[in-house]
C-alpha cells in the first residue's frame, strides 16, 4: 500500500510538472532564434514581428521597453498594454493606475469614464470598439491611431491591409516596411500572404537591424 502511494505521489508530481512547463512555454516571451538564418529565414519571425511590436508600443507611448517584455512575460496581453498606454497617454494617469481601474470597473469602458475620458472625444473606431465591449478591436483602433498619427500612414491603405488580415504586428511592421522602401505597404502585405517572400527575408535585404527595432523606428518617425 505504501509503494502504491509513493508511485501515485510520483506520477502527480511529474504531470505537474509537465503542465507547469507547457504553460511557461506557453507564456514565455521568449526567443531563441533572433537573428536572420539564410538557411531558414522564417525562424526569425516570430522575434521580429514581436520586437517590433513591443518597439512601436515604446516609442508611441515613450514607454521603456523592457518593461513592457517583463509585462508581456509575466501575462499581460499585448492588447491590454496598448489599451492602458493609450489611456494613460490621454488621461495623464500612470499606466498602473489605469489597469487597476479596468480591473475595478469591470471593462474599458467603466475605467474611461473613470478617467475621466469623454467617449465623444475619441475616434469613432474606438467608440465602436468600447460599445461592443471587444479588448482586441479596441487594441486594433489604438494601434491604428498610433500608424495614422505617428507613422503617418495612409488611411485607405491601412484599411486595405488590415481588411486583408494583418494583425498588429504585422501591420506595423509592414508600414515600416513600407516608410522604408517606399512600397505600397498592401502590396508588400499581399507579397508575404501569397508566400512570394516573407518577413524575415524583406527585413534582411532592406538592411533592417532586428535588434534594434526602436532605434529603426525611431530614425522613420523623425
Not at 150 to 169: F, K, P
Amino acid at each position: 500500500m505504501r509503494k502504491l502511494t509513493v508511485l501515485f505521489f510520483i506520477v502527480f508530481v511529474l504531470l505537474a510538472h509537465s503542465a507547469v512547463a507547457e504553460e511557461s512555454t506557453i507564456n514565455c516571451h521568449c526567443f531563441t532564434d533572433r537573428t536572420f538564418d539564410h538557411q531558414n529565414p522564417e525562424k526569425v519571425v516570430p522575434y521580429l514581428l514581436a520586437t517590433t511590436q513591443n518597439s512601436f508600443l515604446a516609442v508611441a507611448f515613450n514607454a521603456q521597453k523592457f518593461r513592457l517584455v517583463k509585462d508581456l512575460m509575466s501575462g499581460v496581453p499585448s492588447e491590454q498594454l496598448w489599451i492602458s498606454h493609450y489611456v494613460a497617454a490621454r488621461s495623464g494617469l500612470d499606466t498602473k493606475s489605469v489597469m487597476t481601474m479596468r480591473q475595478i470597473k469591470g471593462s474599458w469602458r467603466g475605467a474611461l469614464k473613470e478617467a475621466g475620458l469623454l467617449e465623444e472625444q475619441l475616434s469613432s473606431a474606438i467608440g465602436a470598439a468600447l460599445e461592443k465591449a471587444d479588448d482586441e478591436q479596441l487594441a486594433t483602433a489604438v494601434v491604428d491611431e498610433a500608424l495614422l498619427y505617428l507613422m503617418r500612414v495612409d488611411s485607405e491603405q491601412l484599411t486595405t491591409v488590415r481588411q486583408a488580415g494583418a494583425d498588429n504586428r504585422e501591420a506595423i511592421l509592414c508600414f515600416f516596411l513600407a516608410k522604408r522602401t517606399g512600397e505600397p505597404a498592401p502590396e508588400i502585405y499581399r507579397s508575404v500572404k501569397d508566400k512570394q517572400t516573407n518577413w524575415g527575408t524583406l527585413a534582411f535585404i532592406n538592411n533592417v537591424q532586428i535588434g534594434e527595432m526602436e532605434q529603426e523606428l525611431k530614425a522613420i518617425l523623425n
